[in-house]
């Protein structure tokens, strides 16, 4: 989660490679697609005295600044898609414990961000096995083994406008669609910075399946989706 202010670990360049200083490890870089809001790189991890390989899906995601909230909630969203994809996968390794591969996820200070990704992480799963998720509780337990986990009141509220993003493009459009959106907006502003809106098409849906005239459509991201972009 944004590489700013943290040690690069990994090597930036295909080919080149990263050794630890004791030794045991190097890290090579194999391949890499850079997309405006993140780097995905694949990295083949070696142990020197066994030449033992394994391959590891790195990604470093570039707008969520510390302490706040990411700027596109469709990126966000993406990138909790991609994981959970990735956790479904059968695991490579004999020694993993679990039936799937483990994922790491680290900010700064592996509290605010980190805390908010993970929170997140869980709540769609939640959402795609159709529990009802209960966001409070669930932050709750992620502090009891992580203090502080989902750092102030902004990426609290951003947990909700996620999951309700989330839902809403999953949604049948029905006639209590634009209560919704407004209650969507309402935590749009309580997060302040997040500049993404994928409410916009499917209320341009919702206002044609009325016959009604939609309103001109917002300008849209180089990544594809609806966002409103400060003037």
């Known amino acids: 989660l944004r590489a700013k202010n943290i040690r690069p670990y990994w090597p930036t360049e295909i080919g080149s490679r990263y050794a630890r200083s004791d030794g045991k490890f190097s890290v090579r870089k194999i391949g890499v697609q850079n997309l405006s809001y993140c780097i995905l790189s694949v990295l083949a991890v070696q142990r020197r005295d066994t030449a033992e390989e394994r391959r590891i899906k790195h990604v470093v995601y570039l707008k969520w600044p510390d302490h706040s909230v990411p700027s596109c909630t469709h990126d966000f969203l993406q990138i909790v898609a991609n994981l959970n994809k990735v956790a479904r996968q059968p695991k490579a390794c004999s020694h993993v414990a679990s039936d799937h591969p483990p994922i790491v996820m680290h900010c700064f200070a592996g509290i605010g961000r980190s805390g908010t990704a993970a929170a997140a992480y869980f709540l769609i799963e939640l959402v795609q096995r159709k529990y009802a998720p209960d966001i409070s509780r669930l932050v709750a337990d992620l502090r009891r083994q992580r203090c502080l986990a989902v750092q ?80």
């Open 152 to 231: 102030g009141v902004i990426q609290y509220i951003f947990l909700y406008r996620a999951v309700a993003e989330f839902l809403l493009a999953k949604a049948t459009l029905s006639a209590e669609f634009p209560q919704h959106l407004k209650l969507l907006h309402l935590l749009r502003d309580c997060t302040t910075k997040s500049e993404c809106d994928l409410a916009v098409s499917v209320l341009s849906s919702y206002l044609t399946s009325l016959e009604t005239r939609p309103a001109p459509p917002p300008k849209r991201c180089l990544h594809g989706c609806w966002c409103n972009f400060p003037t």
